[in-house]
């Protein structure tokens, strides 16, 4: 089973990429949960959000979960939420942040010494640059289909845009660029 946590803040599409990834996930005849987690329901709130994705009926309907992602969608959770809880030995961690894997990681203690499966880039900018809003859901997304090989892009994004159908066209085609550039920028 392969298990996915988001850490974002409320209003930055966590919640809506996770359950967009399962669709597109589910197409395929996989089984899979998109969920989330949060106090308030307040915009900016700290939440988290989760999908598990196997072949066989998911049957554990709990949060606990051993990632195999962990994406961050907001930096300043990086640097305020446990990021590693739970990690595996294999984890991967998918990061946005304006700063240099380098200096993330110097500020974050939990991932020295696994530098090796940190990734960043920084989501909020693509988003303002593609989309013209600061919601970084899908370049994150973007970004996982590099890091994970879950997918050929070209299929991803086509599979994106029966997801994001009922927005008008000119947003469908700058989540589209934003995917494009997340997957051509994550390091």
């Given at each position: 089973m392969l298990e996915i946590r988001w850490h974002s803040r409320a209003g930055q599409g966590a919640v809506t990429g996770a359950k967009g990834l399962g669709s597109v996930v589910a197409e395929t005849g996989k089984q899979v949960q998109a969920f989330a987690f949060y106090g308030s329901a307040k915009r900016g709130a700290s939440m988290t959000a989760y999908n598990r994705i196997d072949d066989e009926p998911i049957l554990n309907h709990e949060k606990?979960?051993?990632?195999?992602?962990?994406?961050?969608?907001?930096?300043?959770?990086?640097?305020?939420?446990?990021?590693?809880?739970?990690?595996?030995?294999?984890t991967k961690y998918i990061i946005t942040t304006h700063l240099k894997k380098e200096e993330l990681i110097s500020l974050v203690p939990t991932l020295q010494g696994i530098e090796d499966r940190v990734f960043v880039l920084d989501c909020f900018q693509i988003a303002r640059d593609t989309i013209g809003k600061a919601i970084p859901n899908t370049p994150m997304l973007g970004a996982f289909m590099k890091v994970s090989g879950m997918f050929e892009l070209d299929y991803f994004k086509e599979k994106m845009k029966g997801v994001l159908k009922k927005l008008p066209q000119n947003v469908i085609d700058a989540n589209m660029i934003a995917i494009q550039r997340a997957f051509d920028e994550v390091h």
């Open positions: 606990y979960m051993q990632p195999d992602f962990v994406f961050i969608l907001d930096p300043g959770l990086a640097i305020t939420d446990n990021i590693t809880a739970n990690g595996k030995d294999t």
